[in-house]
């Protein structure tokens, strides 16, 4: 079975995590393995703790560094992002069945292999999404009494994640394509 690729969409405090966290213990709880993407827009962010050992390896020239503990693998890779397509993000998330991604709206906007669940607050945002983003699986982010004109469903994803997971589980199967 090959991987789909669904990312969530929206403005800053729109529900985007939550909406992962929700879809994720769904899929999991279904047996499907999951793998999540997320875009850190802070400049010189680093997952690094400085002056722990690993940190001291990547200041002494390593540009790959492997952390291994009692329930966790980490690997840090220092390297230039500018010109990462989204196929060599993805190559790091082998053996899933989804993907999910947060951030990096740049690269999946247009993507047609990357399905998009919209966070919306409003209508307009909502009607600048159909514009911005293809294909659209699903709006998750404002009210349901805002109507849309369009065949994409809403779905609360806090009072249904199962609603919005069958959506998802639905592209796994070999006939749904974006």
């Known amino acids: 079975m090959k991987a789909i690729v669904v990312a969530v969409v929206g403005s800053k405090k729109s529900g985007k995590t939550t909406v992962i966290e929700a879809l994720t213990r769904e899929l999991v709880k279904k047996g499907y393995a999951v793998a999540s993407v997320k875009h850190i827009s802070e400049s010189n962010f680093t997952i690094d ?12 020239g390593a540009n790959t ?26 190559q790091k998330c082998k053996g899933s069945n989804v993907i999910f991604i947060e951030g990096l709206k740049k690269l999946v906007a247009k993507d047609k292999r990357v399905w998009k669940i919209v966070m919306a607050k ?6 600048e ?18 109507k849309l004109d369009s065949e994409i469903p809403y779905v609360n994803a806090l009072e249904k994640p199962r609603a919005l997971r069958d959506l998802v589980e639905n592209l796994l199967k070999p006939q749904r394509k974006p």
Do not use: C, M
């Open 65 to 90: 560094i492997i952390t291994v503990a009692d329930k966790e693998v980490a690997t840090i890779e220092k390297k230039n992002t500018e010109n990462l397509s989204l196929g060599e993000i993805l």
């Open 129 to 146: 999404a159909q514009g911005r983003y293809h294909p659209i699986l699903a709006f998750a982010g404002f009210p349901h009494a805002i």
């Open 49 to 60: 703790s400085e002056n722990k050992d690993s940190w001291r390896f990547a200041q002494a």
């Open 122 to 127: 409003s209508r307009e945002e909502a009607l």
